[in-house]
C-alpha cells in the first residue's frame, strides 16, 4: 500500500534526518514507529505527505509514485493521506465544525469552502463521523474550548472525513494524560479495524506502542535499526534503538510519570512553495 | 541543611554582569551624560520671543473657554463632512489594498520574489510622514479633499500590511501544516488556517487605523488636502481663536468617539 525506498532527508543546515530508510505498509497494517527524540520519526511521515520534501529516494502510495508529484496531483494524493498531531493542530478559532469539514477542502472549490457551503454528503460524513468519536453534541463549540481528548478526537474526525487509505499519525498521546492516551488509542485501532486504514503510529511511549500495535519499526539516527512484532522488543532491541538504560524497570507505574515532553515540530517546509 | 553546609558550596551569587570590562561600562555612562548635557546647552531659548507668545498663546486659550461653534458653522460643517468621507473611503481603500499586499509580505506564504515586492511597497508607503506625502498629493492632483483621500490611504497600506504581515509570520504554522495536509489549495489555507488566526487583529487594527485616519485628515487639511485641517488652518490665519477652537473641540470629541467605539470592537472579537 505504502513503499518507501530508501528515503533520504538533509535539512538545509546539514543534519541529515533520514539515512536511507527502507519500509512498506501493507493495506490495513497500523504499525508503530519508535525511537529517541530527533531519530527522524516526525520527519518520516511528513515526507509521505511531501509537508517535508525528500532529499532523496521514492515513495509510492499504491501504484502512484508520490515523491514525483506536484501542484494539483499532490494535493489530490494528499487527500488520500489523513495525518493526526501531537498537539492535535486544530484550527483554534474555528468550531469543531468547521475543523472536521476542512478535511473536505481537497475535494471542493474555494468559494464553497469560503462560504461554508459543502455538499450534503460531505455535511452528512462530518456529522456521522463526529458522532462516531463521540462530539455529536459539541458541534458548534469552538475548537479552543474543548479538553485535550476532546480535540484530539477531533483531529481524529477531521482526518476521517478525508475518507483517506492511509493515516499518518504524529505522536497522538504525548499531550493526553495516561488514561486519555488509552482511549484515544484504543479509538484510533478500532477506526482502522472498521475501515481498513493503513497507519504509521509516531510513539514516545514504548509500553504503549506494545499494548496497541502488532508491528513496531525503531528508528535511530535517521536509520530503521528495528522492524518487527511488537513482543520482539527485548532489551537489546531497546538498547540498539535508544541507547544504554536499564530497561527492566519500564514498569507502567514509571511509564506514567515518565511522559515525554513534547518534542520540537521538524522544519517543514513553507508553503510558500506551493502559492499560486 | 546541614548536609549542604558541610558540603562548602559558595553562600552568595551574583548575575554575570552585562559589560564584562567596567571601565568600559563606566566610559559609555559618562559619555551618555557628557552628551547629553551638551545637547541641552546647544538648545537657544529666545526669551523675550516666549513672553510676546505667551500673550497670544493666553488668547487661544481663553478661546477654548468661549468657543464659537455658529459664526463659521457652514465652513465647519463642510470640513467636517469632508474629514469624515477622506477617512472612510481612505480606510477602506486602505484596507482593501492592505491584505492582498500583507499576504505577499508574509514570509511563510510568499515566494521569496513576491515578497520582495510586497515589503517594498510597505517600506515605501512608510519612508515619509503624512504632510510630506499630502504636499506631494497636492501638488500632484491640486487642492482638496481627493489628495488627502490618497494621503490616508497610502499610510493605511504601510500601516496596516505591515502590521497585519507581521502577525501572519508569527500565526501558529502547525495549524497551517493541519490544513495542507488534507489537500487544500493555497487559497484555502489561507482562508481557515491564516485568516481566523489573523481576524481579530485585523479588526482591531482596522478600527484603531479608523481614529488616526480623522486625526491625520485634519493634519494634511493644513497642507491643502482638504477636510477640517482645512477649515482650521483658515480660523487660525484669520486670528479667529473661537472659531479655532470650536474646530479643536470638535476634532476632539470625534477622537474620543472613534477611540471608544474602537476599544468596544476589540473588546468583542478575541
Redesign the interface.
Known amino acids: 500500500m505504502l513503499r518507501i525506498e530508501g528515503l533520504v532527508k538533509k535539512y538545509r543546515t546539514g543534519d541529515a534526518a533520514l539515512r536511507g530508510v527502507d519500509l512498506e505498509v501493507g493495506k490495513g497494517e497500523v504499525i508503530g514507529l519508535i525511537g529517541p527524540s530527533g531519530a527522524g520519526k516526525s520527519t518520516l511521515i511528513r515526507c509521505v505527505?511531501r509537508?517535508v520534501e525528500p532529499s532523496g529516494g521514492r515513495i509510492f502510495l499504491g501504484d502512484e509514485e508520490l515523491t514525483a508529484m506536484s501542484g494539483g496531483a499532490l494535493?489530490?494524493?494528499?487527500?488520500r493521506?489523513?495525518?493526526i498531531?501531537q498537539?492535535y493542530?486544530?484550527?483554534?478559532?474555528?468550531t469543531v465544525m468547521?475543523n472536521v469539514l476542512?478535511?473536505?477542502?481537497?475535494?471542493v472549490g474555494?468559494w464553497a469552502?469560503?462560504f461554508r457551503r459543502f455538499p450534503p454528503e460531505d455535511v452528512e460524513r462530518a456529522f456521522a463521523t463526529l458522532d462516531r468519536v463521540g462530539l455529536i453534541d459539541h458541534v458548534d463549540k469552538r475548537a479552543d474550548a474543548l479538553s485535550g481528548g476532546q480535540r484530539q478526537r477531533v483531529?481524529i474526525a477531521?482526518a476521517l472525513v478525508?475518507s483517506p487509505e492511509l493515516l499518518?499519525i504524529d505522536e497522538p498521546t504525548a499531550s493526553l494524560d495516561p488514561k486519555t492516551s488509552r482511549q484515544v488509542m484504543r479509538l484510533l485501532l478500532e477506526l482502522c479495524q472498521e475501515r481498513g486504514l493503513a497507519a504509521i503510529v509516531n510513539i514516545h511511549d514504548v509500553m504503549l506502542a506494545q499494548m496497541f500495535l502488532p508491528r513496531i519499526v525503531g528508528l535511530r539516527a535517521g536509520e530503521v535499526v528495528y522492524d518487527g512484532p511488537a513482543d520482539g522488543l527485548t532489551p537489546e532491541v531497546l538498547t540498539r534503538i535508544y541507547g544504554e538504560e536499564d530497561w527492566s524497570k519500564t514498569g507502567p507505574q514509571e511509564d506514567a510519570e515518565d511522559r515525554h515532553p513534547a518534542t520540537p515540530?521538524p522544519r517543514?517546509d513553507?508553503?510558500?512553495?506551493?502559492?499560486? | 541543611m546541614s548536609t549542604v553546609a558541610a558540603a562548602g558550596y559558595p553562600r552568595a551569587w551574583r548575575k554575570p554582569p552585562f559589560f564584562r570590562n567596567r571601565t568600559l561600562k563606566w566610559a559609555l555612562v559618562a559619555g551618555a551624560v557628557v552628551y547629553l548635557l551638551l545637547a541641552l546647552a546647544s538648545v537657544e531659548v529666545n526669551w523675550a520671543r516666549l513672553s510676546e507668545g505667551a500673550g497670544r498663546a493666553a488668547r487661544l486659550f481663553s478661546g477654548f473657554l468661549t468657543p464659537d461653534f455658529v459664526s463659521r458653522w457652514g465652513d465647519i460643517w463642510q470640513g467636517l463632512i469632508e474629514s469624515l468621507t477622506m477617512t472612510v473611503t481612505s480606510t477602506v481603500a486602505g484596507i482593501l489594498l492592505s491584505v492582498p499586499i500583507a499576504l505577499g509580505a508574509a514570509?511563510?506564504?510568499?515566494?521569496?520574489w513576491?515578497?520582495g515586492i510586497c515589503r517594498g511597497i510597505i517600506a515605501l508607503a512608510r519612508v515619509f510622514q503624512e504632510i510630506i506625502i499630502a504636499i506631494f498629493f497636492v501638488a500632484m492632483v491640486g487642492f482638496g479633499p481627493f489628495a488627502g483621500f490618497l494621503t490616508l490611504s497610502l499610510s493605511t497600506i504601510g500601516f496596516l500590511a505591515k502590521l497585519l504581515a507581521d502577525d501572519i509570520e508569527e500565526a501558529?504554522?502547525?495549524?497551517?501544516?493541519?490544513?495542507?495536509?488534507?489537500?487544500?489549495?493555497?487559497?484555502?489555507?489561507v482562508?481557515?488556517?491564516i485568516a481566523?488566526?489573523v481576524?481579530?487583529r485585523l479588526i482591531g487594527l482596522s478600527a484603531y487605523r479608523f481614529d488616526i485616519n480623522f486625526r491625520e485628515s485634519a493634519v494634511v487639511g493644513i497642507v491643502g488636502a482638504g477636510g477640517i485641517g482645512a477649515t482650521l488652518n483658515t480660523a487660525l490665519d484669520r486670528y479667529e481663536f473661537d472659531s479655532a477652537a470650536a474646530i479643536l473641540l470638535i476634532i476632539i470629541g470625534i477622537v474620543m468617539l472613534c477611540e471608544y467605539g474602537s476599544g468596544l470592537i476589540r473588546k468583542r472579537i478575541q
Open positions: 505527505n509537508l494535493r489530490r494524493a494528499r487527500r493521506i489523513g495525518m498531531f498537539e493542530a486544530l484550527v483554534e478559532r474555528l468547521e476542512s478535511g473536505r477542502l481537497g475535494y474555494f469552502s469560503y483531529g477531521r478525508q499518518l515540530m517543514v513553507e508553503i510558500a512553495a506551493e502559492a499560486p | 514570509r511563510n506564504l510568499a515566494p521569496w513576491l515578497y501558529d504554522p502547525s495549524q497551517v501544516e493541519a490544513v495542507r495536509a488534507t489537500g487544500a489549495s493555497w487559497w484555502q489555507t482562508d481557515y488556517a481566523s488566526q481576524m481579530p
